[in-house]
């Protein structure tokens, strides 16, 4: 149980164009979700803290109009980038909480973001 | 400045010995203390979760110590195996929404 799934795994995509990246919480209902950054050798960096019906709180340096997120039901989030450029290619990586747990996260794959 | 700190970026150890994983920290307080492993590539995955008034909690082969006066846990991986091989992250919990992760410790272990 506590599957989280993201999507796509990899793109590719043109300096100046927007990428959606979905993250779905398979088995369980996610009150809380979480999105994080990770370059290649660095530990993972929250971005924003994702509550369902809700609009989501992000970390200071964390554009909100770059970095759009929705939480739009209990089981997906989507983090949209706008207006990608090369610096914002990354590692992106979702979470999840279970409701009822303390603050044990499930994290999806990651999605790498390669922006040319 | 807050720190997290990982204090070896790689650990090379042979098959059967017990591996030892720091995790430091500095100007933080907090509530609770998690252990992930995250293989190349992949999204971490949570092992063991250690609260603030709990000195040590054991899952099969691992182990975490975590002492709030040092301000340091330990993470320990008994009898290790090839198969352990993998970056392990240490996260603090200073609230319930937010963790903040080291860099985490290659961890390689020879047949």
């Known amino acids: 149980g506590a599957v989280v799934s993201q999507h796509p795994s990899w793109v590719i995509c043109k300096s100046g164009t927007s990428v959606k990246i979905e993250c779905r919480s398979l088995?369980?209902?996610?009150?809380?979700m979480f999105w994080y950054r990770q370059f290649p050798k660095q530990s993972l960096m929250l971005m924003a803290t994702?509550?369902?019906?809700?609009?989501?709180?992000?970390e200071q340096g964390v554009e909100k109009d770059k970095f759009l997120i929705n939480h739009a039901s209990l089981t997906l989030s989507t983090l949209t980038v706008t207006s990608a450029h090369p610096e914002d290619s990354s590692f992106y990586i979702c979470?999840?909480?279970?409701?009822?747990?303390?603050?044990?996260?499930?994290f999806g794959p990651g999605t790498r973001l390669t922006v040319l | 400045s807050q720190k997290i700190e990982q204090n070896s970026e790689a650990l090379n150890i042979q098959e059967g010995k017990t591996a030892t994983l720091t995790c430091n920290y500095t100007n933080y307080s907090p509530a609770y203390l998690q252990w992930y492993r995250q293989d190349p590539g992949r999204g971490p995955v949570f092992l063991l979760l250690i609260r603030e008034n709990e000195k040590e909690k054991r899952k099969e082969r691992l182990k975490v110590t975590f002492d709030t006066t040092l301000k340091q846990s330990l993470f320990h991986i008994t009898a290790s195996q090839p198969a352990d091989s993998a970056t392990y992250l240490c996260?603090?919990?200073?609230?319930?929404?937010?963790?903040?992760f080291g860099a985490g410790t290659r961890l390689t272990v020879k047949p």
């Open positions: 979470s999840a909480r279970v409701r009822s747990s303390y603050n044990e996260q499930f």
């Open positions: 994702s509550n369902e019906g809700s609009k989501a709180t992000y």
């Open positions: 088995d369980f209902q996610a009150t809380t």
């Open positions: 996260a603090l919990g200073v609230t319930r929404n937010d963790m903040r």
